[in-house]
């Protein structure tokens, strides 16, 4: 699937945007946007974070991206790779979903809230 038929089949879910859990770069340290795709209503999407296609601290439709929410191995989701992002932010990403899969996981299947994921990678 092209990120844009992504776009345009995701725009058609009323929910989609209140299941989005987002996390700036000062609180993640990562060089882009994240945003957990999580399971709360009849999601029944597998685990997946969004990631902004850009070095801004903001986000449009039109520059996101997925990546699955793996503990070994996380791997992009569309056909097509982000325009913006070097190689290493893409690497840098995924060392990071490995390193806090618990805790994403736990936001993922609404155990805990953003707010609390934040502060335990913070501390």
Do not use: C
Not at 75 to 103: F, R, T
């Amino acid at each position: 699937m092209t990120q844009a038929d992504w776009i345009k089949e995701e725009l058609k879910d009323e929910d989609f945007s209140f299941r989005l859990a987002s996390l700036s770069l000062r609180h993640t340290g990562l060089p882009m946007v994240i945003l957990i795709d999580t399971k709360l209503l009849d999601n029944k999407n597998t685990p997946r974070l969004l990631f902004n296609d850009s070095y801004e601290d903001r986000w449009q439709w039109e520059t996101l991206y997925l990546i699955s929410l793996d503990e070994e191995n996380p791997q992009l989701l569309l056909d097509e790779p982000p325009h913006n992002l070097e190689d290493n932010s893409i690497s840098i990403l995924k060392s990071w979903i490995i390193n806090h899969y618990d805790g994403l996981m736990k936001v993922w299947n609404g155990e805990i809230f953003q707010d609390e994921f934040i502060i335990s990678i913070t501390k």
